[in-house]
């Protein structure tokens, strides 16, 4: 008993950090902004090298090149979305200010987190239809729970927080939607990568969490797509 306490202890605190670290990086200024998801960046193409020697062996160099689809640009375009993400606003809010904002960056980041949050405490509470062989805790349940809770909190907080007013109920939806579609694709494409290197977790950087492909596997699937209506369809 005293090992389970200490171990949710130990996950409790490592949880904090990660939260406190996340939030240092997106709200302090452009430049720990950009360290944040330049050692986001690094972290998990470390990772990602180490699970593709596992599945190919010597041959894994001829496979790293996927990282740059699967890794460099959706953390790049991230940075882009913080770093430029003012000047693609003004296409509906004229007046604001161009320079750093962390509003599209949030939307992304807490639209996936509600998503992973809402998904597991539905499943918990009512899960009953397995989701994918891939990932066997998953169920329909507490994904499609996920989904629409995402939707209906980001709709709600999003649009009626004091910069979320910029984009509209709408604009919220869409993106939540967005996130939670192609961020459960980014969890389960993860998963498929781990079971073929036969491993648990993608590294040990947050112990009980796993590593950074574990922690942002569903933002390098989703940050692209959310991207794309940003740029050109907002």
Known sequence: MAINKQTLKTRALTALVFVLVMFAGLFINQYTFITLFTVIMFGCLYEFSKIVKLIHGNKYLLYLPIAFVYIILPLMLMIDLGVNGSVYLQQIAPSIQPGYSALLPCAIIFSLWVNDTMAYLVGSMIGKTPFSKISPKKTWEGTLGGVVLCIISMALLGHNSESGKILSYTNWIVIATLCAFFGTIGDLLESKIKRMANIKDSGMIMPGHGGFLDRF??????????????????
């Open 217 to 234: 596997d569903s933002l390098l699937i989703a940050t692209p797509i959310v991207w794309l209506y940003i740029r050109f369809l907002l």
